[in-house]
């Protein structure tokens, strides 16, 4: 059974440092990474051909940011990390993709930077504890400001 390491795809501005340690820690012990992209549901309920056109889209952008983000998470675990894409809010999705696949064994998130507080997945998890995914896992955090070398050593 293969260790899978999950990473949220985002544009926040911590997201690399989550990326490249989950990517490190892949590495170094034979797993690898999966990166999910969340697409917000579209609210355009009046026309569904309007509606279908705009989530295509929106799937097709985060197709292509997975693509561009798992050539640099291949790189650096030397590993084909598998991408997943879900719509709705980011916790739920979350919850749905680790209560599916029970290879998922680490959720890598960063904290966030610049004195914003942790970051709202950080801050849910704290909340609401290890019932949030209905199973144990394993949640490192890692500060969003990292440079590589102190991920490359931590890792």
């Known amino acids: 059974m293969t260790r899978k390491f999950l990473v949220v795809a985002d544009d926040s501005a911590e997201f690399r440092a989550a990326l490249s340690y ?5 590495r170094s012990t034979g797993g690898r990474v999966s990166l999910l992209k969340v697409l917000a549901p579209s609210t355009n309920d009046y026309f569904a051909g309007v509606r279908e056109e705009i989530e295509a889209e929106m799937r097709k952008e985060g197709e292509a940011l997975l693509v561009r983000l798992g050539a640099d998470a291949e790189a650096r675990s030397g590993a084909k990390p598998e991408f997943l894409i879900e719509v709705g809010e980011t916790r739920e999705a979350l919850k749905r993709v680790v209560a599916a696949d029970p290879e998922i064994k680490i959720l890598v998130l960063a904290a966030a ?13 704290a909340k609401e504890g290890s019932g949030f995914w209905g199973r144990k896992l394993p949640v490192t955090v890692v500060p969003g400001d990292l440079s590589d070398e102190e991920i490359e050593a931590l890792a």
Do not use: D, E, H, K
């Open 22 to 26: 989950a990517a490190q820690r892949a």
């Open 113 to 125: 930077v610049g004195g914003r507080g942790p970051g709202p997945l950080v801050t849910a998890l």
